[in-house]
């Protein structure tokens, strides 16, 4: 079954320096979410969008953006980054009618050096 | 505001014994509640979930989880451990009733299974 990509799995960037996180979700799932795991952390909730329409926002620093597009994928952009961003980054999706349990990407390791 | 707790950092079992993560959960009105399973520089991967219903939930790989309204915990147990059952436990919540769908994550539970 298909299952949530993201990509790239692994980015190296350097502080001051911008990236672009990719998700695309499970066929047919409306909802994406972005997590944020710093090492040894549990994740925390970034931001979501439903029907490409950011639906809700957690502690997402103003230096980050995201938007999901027509097909639904979504892009974390980060700007300005800094030595404390470098976490793992996850993308999830769900299909908010079915109310379905989030399934998760493997995620995006990003280090910021 | 909602939140969830794990209060052991890490639990040690032997092999085909059985084993117990715990999790109690604070949340506004009626919870959804899941556990998920993290394996190095891996994603989540989804375990079992509670809606409503039984309160004794069964998931994947021989896990299942009691829900205690009365004691706000939702326990993942299974009845014999297996090493590969070595990995990082997450629990989560979300509210039933209110507008916000993301989950809420307690702080995890390494699960170390000894041959």
């Known amino acids: 079954a298909a299952g949530v990509i993201q990509s790239p799995r692994h980015l190296i960037k350097e502080k001051r320096e911008t990236a672009t996180l990719k998700c695309y979700p499970i066929?047919?799932?409306?909802?994406v979410y972005w997590y944020q795991q710093g090492p040894g952390q549990d994740p925390q909730f970034l931001i979501s969008f439903y029907e490409k329409m950011q639906s809700d926002k957690g502690s997402i620093p103003d230096r980050f953006s995201a938007q999901q597009f027509s097909d639904y994928h979504s892009e974390l952009n980060m700007s300005s980054l800094e030595l404390g961003d470098s976490a793992l980054y996850f993308c999830a999706s769900t299909h908010r009618r079915a109310d379905t349990e989030a399934f998760f990407g493997q995620g995006t390791r990003l280090t910021v050096v | 505001a909602q939140s969830v707790a794990q209060p052991e950092d890490q639990v040690n079992v032997a092999e085909g014994n059985p084993l117990t993560v715990k999790c109690t959960y604070s949340v506004s009105g009626n919870p959804y509640l899941f556990w998920y399973v993290q394996y190095p520089n891996r994603g989540l991967q989804f375990l079992l979930k509670?809606?409503?219903?039984?309160?004794l939930v069964k998931g994947s790989y021989g896990f299942e989880a009691e829900f205690n309204k009365s004691q706000t915990s939702f326990h993942l147990k299974k009845p014999s451990a297996l090493v590969s059952d070595s990995a990082l436990y997450f629990c989560?919540?979300?509210?039933?009733?209110?507008?916000?769908?993301?989950?809420?994550f307690g702080s995890g539970t390494r699960l170390q299974v000894q041959p």
């Open positions: 989560a919540v979300r509210a039933m009733d209110t507008g916000r769908r993301a989950l809420t």
């Open positions: 509670y809606i409503t219903g039984d309160n």
């Open positions: 066929p047919r799932h409306d909802t």
